[in-house]
Structure formats: structure tokens, C-alpha cells
T-cell receptor
Framework: DAGVTQSPTHLIKTRGQQVTLRCSPK?????VSWYQQALGQGPQFIFQ???????QRGNFPDRFSGHQFPNYSSELNVNALLLGDSALYLC??????????????FGPGTRLTVL | GNSVTQMEGPVTLSEEAFLTINCTYT??????LFWYVQYPGEGLQLLLK?????DKGSNKGFEATYRKETTSFHLEKGSVQVSDSAVYFC????????????FGGGTRVLVKP
């Protein structure tokens, strides 16, 4: 049973460029959340997708957008990259219940470096 | 807003020593509380959780008790091993649909043989 997978593993971009990160959830999961983890800090919630719609959003600008596909996989897009966008981007999947917490399973992350 | 504060590291210990990592939280409701662990080169893994006051979460020799009166969820282990070297994150979730985790800054633990 494959866990959460993310691609690519590492990525180097320059300021102003655009980037797309990809995530495949754990088998049986239908909800994908994205987090940004700056070096030496805890992860910060970006947004969450369920039924191909953005359900919750953290305190991130509109440059950060996403998408969920019918097979539950997801993409995170960041436009007009800034140096401060350099971070480890984590994807987490879970099974939506509409109620109390269901465990989120995290992928290994994509390390984005903006030069 | 909601926030989690945990002690800064690194924490350096000898094998078989006692480990405590302090965690306190601020939340607008009644959160569930979690400890996640990040081993070198790996993704975040759920270590333990507690969903209501006075609950004790435990796993792999680690324990943490949900203390509502002190808004704390301190992580403890009686005898650490070299394999426990990792970064530990305290987190909360308010339980609303969507499971949005708020993390602390992380505490790096290094266990020396």
C-alpha cells in the first residue's frame, strides 16, 4: 500500500517564475492538505482540497493556488516566486469525515529553492 | 488566534536519559492535541494524540497528557535511545471538518550513545 507520494523531490527556480508541485494521496484517502515548512520552523497550513474544491485556506496570498483531480491527486501552484517561498512543501492526505480529527498522513515533501 | 509554543532545541541527551519537551497552546475552542516526529530524511509521522482534557496519549514509550487547566501537552519518555534522535512537533486541531493542523516550531532532539 503506497503512502503519500510527492514530486519532484527537489526543485530550483528563480524569482518571478512559477512552480507546480504534485501529490498523490494514500490509497483510500480523498482529502489533500498542503503545508509550507520553512527551514527550522514548523509546518504552516496553506489549504485543503476535498471533492475537487478548496475547503479551507490558511494565511497565504493568492499566488498560492491548487487543484484536486477526480483521482484525488493534487497540485500546488505558486506564481511570481519570491525568495521567501523557499521551503519544504508537505502534502498530507486523510479521509474526510466532516467531524472530529482524522489522522493526516504526510508525504516526504518537495524542497523548493528560489534563487 | 490559535498557536502552539514548544521549547527550543536542540536538546542533547545521553542514551537512557529522561526526555521532556514542553508544549503549551492557545486556542479559541477545545482542540485535539498531537505530537508529530520527523526523522532525518523522512516525512512527518504522528507519534501520539489526545482529543480531550486529561486524556493521555502514548506510543513507542512516549507519553503526553492533555492538561486543559495549564493548556499544556508536554511530551515525555523515560529512557531515550539513539534512534529517538529527530525533530518533534507539537500541534493542535480544532476538530472542525477539514482537519487543519497548527504546529509549533519544533524541537530537535539528539541522543548520544
Amino acid at each position: 500500500d503506497a503512502g503519500v507520494t510527492q514530486s519532484p523531490t527537489h526543485l530550483i527556480k528563480t524569482r518571478g517564475q512559477q512552480v507546480t508541485l504534485r501529490c498523490s494521496p494514500k490509497s483510500g484517502h480523498d482529502t489533500v492538505s498542503w503545508y509550507q515548512q520553512a527551514l527550522g520552523q514548523g509546518p504552516q497550513f496553506i489549504f485543503q482540497y476535498y471533492e475537487e474544491e478548496e475547503r479551507q485556506r490558511g494565511n497565504f496570498p493568492d499566488r498560492f493556488s491548487g487543484h484536486q483531480f477526480p483521482n484525488y491527486s493534487s497540485e500546488l501552484n505558486v506564481n511570481a516566486l519570491l525568495l521567501g517561498d523557499s521551503a519544504l512543501y508537505l502534502c498530507a492526505s486523510s479521509l474526510y469525515s466532516g467531524g472530529p480529527y482524522n489522522e493526516q498522513f504526510f508525504g516526504p515533501g518537495t524542497r523548493l529553492t528560489v534563487l | 488566534g490559535n498557536s502552539v509554543t514548544q521549547m527550543e532545541g536542540p536538546v542533547t541527551l545521553s542514551e537512557e536519559a529522561f526526555l521532556t519537551i514542553n508544549c503549551t497552546y492557545t486556542a479559541t475552542g477545545y482542540p485535539s492535541l498531537f505530537w508529530y516526529v520527523q526523522y532525518p530524511g523522512e516525512g512527518l509521522q504522528l507519534l501520539l494524540k489526545a482529543t480531550k482534557a486529561d486524556d493521555k496519549g502514548s506510543n513507542k514509550g512516549f507519553e503526553a497528557t492533555y492538561r486543559k487547566e495549564t493548556t499544556s501537552f508536554h511530551l515525555e519518555k523515560g529512557s531515550v535511545q539513539v534512534s529517538d534522535s529527530a525533530v518533534y512537533f507539537c500541534a493542535l486541531d480544532l476538530g472542525a471538518a477539514g482537519n487543519k493542523l497548527t504546529f509549533g516550531g519544533g524541537t530537535r532532539v539528539l541522543v548520544k550513545p
